[in-house]
C-alpha cells in the first residue's frame, strides 16, 4: 500500500518558469520531508515541515504542509537547470521510520 | 558531507547465491536503516536499527536479513538471491528516530541479480 502519491511523475519545462509538486496521502503524518535525489547519489534532505499549515522557503523553493498534514506541495520559481532531479516526499507516522512517495522526476530545459 | 560508505558499489549475482552489502558510518549516528529503490516503487524500507544488535522489520524485509555488531556497521544479508531483489540499496543514518530528523543516504549499491 502506497501511502504517499506524489504528482506529477515527471514533469519537463523550460528554464524560468515556474512549477508546483504535490505529495498526498490519506494518512496523517507527525511531520513531512522533502529530498532531491541526482542520477547515481542517495537522497539528500531539503526541508523538514511539522506543523499543519507551516511553509517554509528556501531560496527559489517552497514548501507548505496542509492544515490537516496530510498532503504538502513543493513550488519553485523560476526553476533552474540545476533544479533537475527526483524530489521525494516521505512522512512520518510514528518515531522512527519515514515513508517515502514515488517521487516526480523534473527535467529543467536550458 | 555525512560520512557513510557502502560497499560494494555495484554487484553482479546469480540467482541463489549468498550477498551481503556493507553499510559503514562514521558520525556515531545510532539508527541505521537500509532501503530498496525500484522504478515506481520509491524507497521502501527493508530493516533499521535502533542500537547495536537492535533490528526491526521494515515493509519489505521478506528475503533479507540484517546484523549490527558495532555502532559504525549495518550489513544487509540476502540468504538466497532471486531476480526480484534487483534494485539499487541504500543504506541511510540518523541520530534521532526517523521521524522529523534528517535521514543522511549512502551512495547506493546497484545490485543485479542474473
Known amino acids: 500500500t502506497q501511502l504517499l502519491e506524489q504528482s506529477p511523475q515527471f514533469l519537463s519545462i523550460q528554464e524560468g518558469e515556474n512549477l508546483t509538486v504535490y505529495c498526498n496521502s490519506s494518512s496523517v503524518f507527525s511531520s513531512l520531508q522533502w529530498y532531491r535525489q541526482e542520477p547515481g547519489e542517495g537522497p539528500v534532505l531539503l526541508v523538514t515541515?511539522?506543523?499543519?499549515?507551516e511553509v517554509k522557503k528556501l531560496k527559489r523553493l517552497t514548501f507548505q504542509f496542509g492544515d490537516a498534514r496530510k498532503d504538502s506541495s513543493l513550488h519553485i520559481t523560476a526553476a533552474q537547470p540545476g533544479d533537475t532531479g527526483l524530489y521525494l516526499c516521505a512522512g512520518a507516522i510514528g518515531n522512527e521510520k519515514l515513508t517515502f512517495g514515488t517521487g516526480t522526476r523534473l527535467t529543467i530545459i536550458p | 558531507d555525512a560520512g557513510i560508505t557502502q560497499s560494494p558499489r555495484h554487484k553482479v549475482t546469480e540467482t541463489g547465491t549468498p550477498v551481503t552489502l556493507r553499510c559503514h558510518q562514521t558520525e556515531n549516528h545510532r539508527y541505521m536503516y537500509w532501503y530498496r529503490q525500484d522504478p515506481g516503487h520509491g524507497l521502501r524500507l527493508i530493516h533499521y536499527?535502533?542500537?547495536?544488535?537492535?533490528?526491526d522489520k521494515g515493509e519489505v524485509s521478506d528475503g533479507y536479513s540484517v546484523s549490527r555488531s558495532k555502532t559504525e556497521d549495518f550489513l544487509l544479508t540476502l540468504e538466497s538471491a532471486t531476480s526480484s531483489q534487483t534494485s539499487v540499496y541504500f543504506c541511510?543514518?540518523?541520530?534521532?528516530?526517523?521521524?522529523?530528523?534528517?535521514?543522511?543516504f549512502g551512495p547506493g549499491t546497484r545490485l543485479t541479480v542474473t
Open positions: 536499527s535502533y542500537g547495536v544488535k537492535d533490528t
Open positions: 541511510a543514518i540518523s541520530e534521532l528516530p526517523g521521524g522529523g530528523y534528517e535521514q543522511y
Open positions: 515541515v511539522v506543523t499543519g499549515g
